[in-house]
């Protein structure tokens, strides 16, 4: 065990020096971090589809050096207690928005990536994550920024053009 950890520090110093040597800096945020940025906080969450209501509480806060937003929500689903978290970046090779979502209803990460539109204020992403029957299923996301307090997120599963559920986040004051 000690070894495997030595093992470990000499690497992580390895590349350390090796990005050093090379005169690469390390990535700093951008326009795109400054966006989710803004998302930073608590929020109420209020869901409904599926023939259900729900409610619980977001957690929104940048870390990692400011690159990714990470997220904790609480609440409950169809009775039951419901917990999930995400991290949502930017790709700046890519030029997309990347996120990775996990939670306690399933045993596979929903890995999205997708774009924001300023004019609409809207951040689209699309992937693939479980379905509700437990296998990979296609996955749309899209959150419209009312104002700076208040967004609006449906969740598209499979080919529908209806979302499956729709999310509205309110910011606790």
């Known amino acids: 065990m000690k070894s495997n950890r ?20 390390f990535p700093k945020p951008g326009p795109e971090h400054e966006m989710l940025k803004k998302m930073e906080g608590t929020w109420d969450a209020k869901m409904t589809g599926m023939g259900m209501e729900s409610k619980g509480t977001m957690v929104y ?4 050096g400011g690159l990714f937003l990470t997220s904790t929500f609480e609440g409950d689903f169809g009775g039951q207690k419901f917990t999930g ?4 970046g930017y790709d700046s090779m890519k030029k997309k928005f990347v996120g ?8 596979s990460p929903m890995m ?12 689209t992403m699309t992937g693939e994550g479980p379905g509700l029957d437990g ?8 959150t419209e920024f009312k104002d700076a307090d208040t967004m609006i997120m449906n ?11 729709t999310i509205v986040f309110t910011r606790k004051k």
Not at 7 to 24: C, E, K, P, W, Y
Not at 85 to 88: L, N
Not at 135 to 142: F, G, S
Not at 155 to 164: A, L, S
């Open 6 to 25: 030595c093992l470990i520090a000499a690497v992580v110093v390895g590349l350390i020096v090796t990005a050093g040597s090379r005169g690469q800096e």
């Open 61 to 64: 806060k940048m870390e990692l």
């Open 85 to 88: 978290k995400g991290f949502d």
């Open 100 to 107: 990775v979502w996990v939670d306690s209803m399933s045993f």
């Open 112 to 123: 999205m990536e997708g774009t924001y539109d300023k004019d609409k204020k809207q951040l």
């Open 135 to 142: 296998k990979p299923t296609k996955h749309k996301m899209v």
């Open 155 to 165: 969740m598209f599963m499979g080919d529908t053009k209806d979302p499956g559920f």
